[in-house]
């Protein structure tokens, strides 16, 4: 006797209808009663599933997301069913700076390879960075970026910028573009002295500016980590979109570290001669990530801070800061207390790296502000939530104010806590 194919189907149908439920609830059940960080405070929504997660990243609002998660449960966070967010200064050490250089990195910093290759920013394990950076931190002491060809060069950057927006007076300035122009020609100036672009005057070097500041494939990027089946191509497909939206960035980058004759104090000089740790493709590679992260970096800092001097309530800091400097011209910048507390106050309000930076806990987990984490959790601290929810530490931290930075009983303690560029052996080198 045969059987009727409509039956079949129906059959089939009925059965996937009875499966499919069970298919997507269990998990989630499991995931409520049995996850390891059932006990981290936190919304339901975020033990469950990480697509509360995964939809504020691709908005564009996860700094925000997690501040706010912050506000509500406090210094300890569950933001996915393997991520947890931190705020106290035990955290950040714990995160950070613990065995030696902090723990390893996750695979989100994949995304932020150059030219195919890992950079001393993309490295996961902190043993594999720490041999980069032997060859790279030297360039960046202070006494090597004072060196009179480095120093008089960004003098003579900012001599140009003051006189671009002489020029415009009378009339409005798009600060945007000339501090991000300032900010490329200033890096590049480092990077590959005496090499460096001249966008503040060039418009082919202000196409390289926007090639870079203006360029965006986040959305793109997060698609290939979220996905792990692709995420072996997902290095090739963003490396691929890279080239295509910035050719005259990788062009400039690549043709530059051919010269053979950079500056002693440029960064360049130092990684050609480390050819046994960096060959040609690293050299350009690393030169790219540097001069690409300088540029957002230090551009959106001075964007932030000009614009709260620029503020009526700021008019006293204009007026401290023009009297100290009037005062003190026979002074190093570095001996500037004032003006020091002015930049340290921009860099807490206006961080220039205000998201969170993944690291995973290692073998045997960890406790952290009482609790326990288990190995392979993703743990994080955004600088953006440490610096206005510490409240002992800086009060009212919604508020720009320098002269908190002249307290010298609490400067110490604002220091331990300052994430501005990170923290420990695996922070930015360039924060001198």
Known sequence: ???????????????????????????????????????????????????????????????????????????????????????????????????????????????????????????????????????????????????????????????????????????????????HCFALDAASHFLFHPYGTNSLASADGRKIMEELSYHDSLRLHLAFYYVPLFRRFAIWFANLIEARNSPLANGYVLSTCKRPDPGESSLLYKLQRSKDNFSQQAVAAECMDHMAAGIDTTGDALCFIMYQLSLPESHHVQENLSKELSENSDKALDDLEYLDAVVKEGLRCFMPIPMSQPRYVPTGGRTIDGYNIPRGTIVSCQAYSVHRLNEDVYPNGEMFYPERWLEKDKSQEMNRLFFAFGAGARGCTGRQ
């Open 1 to 179: 006797m045969s059987f009727p194919t409509s039956h079949l189907y129906s059959s089939i149908l009925t059965t996937l209808l009875l499966i499919l439920p069970v298919a997507i609830l269990l998990p989630l059940v499991l995931s409520y009663f049995f996850s390891p960080l059932r006990h981290i405070p936190g919304p339901t929504s975020t033990l469950l599933s990480p697509l509360p997660l995964i939809y504020q990243e691709f908005t564009r609002n996860r700094r925000a997301y997690i501040h706010f998660l912050h506000k509500a449960y406090g210094p300890v966070v569950r933001i996915s069913p393997n991520e947890v967010s931190f705020t106290s200064v035990s955290a950040l050490r714990e995160i950070y700076t613990s065995e030696g250089a902090g723990w390893d990195k996750t695979e989100f910093y994949d995304l932020f390879r150059q030219f195919g290759e890992r950079t001393m920013f993309s490295t996961l394990r902190k043993a594999d960075h720490a041999r980069k950076k032997r060859h790279i931190a030297g360039q960046y002491a202070n006494t090597n970026i004072m060196r009179p060809e480095i120093a008089s060069g960004i003098e003579r950057l900012v001599d140009k910028f003051v006189e671009r927006c002489e020029e415009e007076k009378g009339s409005s300035i798009d600060v945007y573009v000339y501090l």
